[in-house]
């Protein structure tokens, strides 16, 4: 039996995770122990990803809460080390690019545990993003590395990281979106209470650093926003990071034009983005989840990761934040196509890695 330590902590690792939990059930000779760094703790944030996706209940919960990037990364490392220890894995597997992921693979690597990153070659390279540090430091300390497309294994042999270790599986984040192909969430409350016509209307996400952090950036964002909902309606479920900004802006246009509601979990996301017209968003997962259901997006940041989007025609970013920036890219992006393809890979990224982890001899 191969003992695999997966660590998550943060919203969309949630999501990754619960398709390969169940790819190690599967194949019956990986047993997983899941630790819980506690970096998302509202009800909103984790407990729901966690019921939904039945993923099972964490072994271990770290509790470490928010704190700044040091003292977050800090807190996980001290008290990730112990239960390494205790645990013992043969491997440790973490996702994509939060503080949780670079703490868990620099506390693991140290202690000689090989470690094996799910999301692994993805660059902006803009290394003002937190998120752009963590992924080229994780790919650095890890054994086994999973680039989702072809782009990030090319961006792996650019800084070295090549062989028989690295292997393009797919995106997990596909693999979760065909396992909820026939469910049908249920999203009519969320659009009759704001009096919202499905496929008329924009779905809007903004958490990341670099637009929140700068408080005129976010002001002139969301006056952007408003523009838009002048022409067509804006629905926003939001981040407590922003929820607790914006309260403090002072933005020309009133944002009582915009409809905000709670954050939402991963099937009415879901349900939302099949329902809605075009996704506006800085979230990675959102802009993949737009492709998977066709839907235009628009990334509300200068630069994107998933570059073979933009290469398609289904995502454009947007070149500056000021407002009529903003409105107008999502507004000429309203009712456009790209390109059918499949970048992505075959939807069972998730057997891919378990398989790669059984059969590897680290
Ligand atoms: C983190 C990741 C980001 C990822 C996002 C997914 C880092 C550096 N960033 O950003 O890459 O896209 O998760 O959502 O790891 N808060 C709550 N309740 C919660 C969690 C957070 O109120 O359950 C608030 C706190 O005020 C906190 C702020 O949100 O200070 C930011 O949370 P944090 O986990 O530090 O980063 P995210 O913005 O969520």
Redesign the pocket.
């Known amino acids: 039996m191969i003992r695999v330590c997966t660590v998550v902590g943060?919203?969309?690792q949630f999501v990754k995770a619960s398709v390969v939990s169940r790819a190690f059930k599967d194949r019956g000779d990986i047993h997983e122990t899941i630790i819980h760094t506690g970096?998302?703790?509202?009800a909103n944030?984790?407990t729901v990803f966690f019921t939904e996706l039945g993923i099972p209940n964490p072994d271990h919960n770290l509790g470490v809460g928010?704190a700044r990037?040091g003292a977050?990364t800090g807190r996980i490392m001290e008290r990730l080390e112990p239960v390494l220890l205790n645990v013992g894995p043969d491997c440790v597997l973490v996702y994509?690019?939060?503080?949780?992921t670079l703490a868990a693979a620099v506390v693991a690597s140290k202690l000689h545990f090989p470690v094996a990153h799910v999301e692994a070659g993805l660059r902006s390279f803009n290394r003002r993003m937190?998120?752009e540090l963590?992924r080229i430091l994780t790919d650095h300390c890890s054994t086994l590395l999973f680039p989702p497309t072809e782009r990030a294994k090319a961006n792996l042999a650019a800084e070295g990281i090549v062989g028989d270790r690295v292997r393009q599986v797919g995106d997990v984040m596909l693999d979760v979106a065909k396992a909820h192909e026939t469910i049908i969430p249920e999203v009519e409350s969320i659009l009759a209470n704001h009096r919202l016509v499905s496929g008329a209307f924009i779905l809007a996400t903004i958490?990341?650093?670099e637009n929140t952090d700068d408080p005129t950036r976010l002001a002139s964002i969301f006056d952007g926003l408003a523009r838009v909902a002048r022409v067509i309606p804006v629905l926003i479920p939001v981040?407590?990071?922003t929820r607790?900004i914006i309260s403090t802006l002072s933005s020309e246009s009133s944002l009582e034009s915009i409809f905000m509601i709670e954050p939402v979990g991963y099937l009415s996301m879901l349900g939302l983005v099949r329902s809605c017209a075009l996704v506006a968003t800085d979230?990675?997962g959102l802009q993949k989840e737009a492709f998977f259901c066709r839907k235009p997006c628009v990334t509300l940041r200068s630069e994107t990761e998933w570059v073979e989007l933009v290469e398609l025609g289904w995502n454009r970013t947007v070149p500056n934040p000021a407002a009529d920036c903003v409105a107008e890219v999502i507004l000429t992006s309203l009712g456009t196509k790209g390109t059918d393809a499949a970048p992505y890979g075959d939807g069972r990224a998730s057997s891919h890695i378990a398989a790669a982890i059984a059969e590897i001899e680290f």
């Open positions: 943060a919203r969309p970096q998302h703790y509202d944030m984790s928010s990037h977050q994509g690019d939060t503080n949780s937190p998120e963590n958490h990341r650093a981040h407590p990071r607790s979230s990675g």
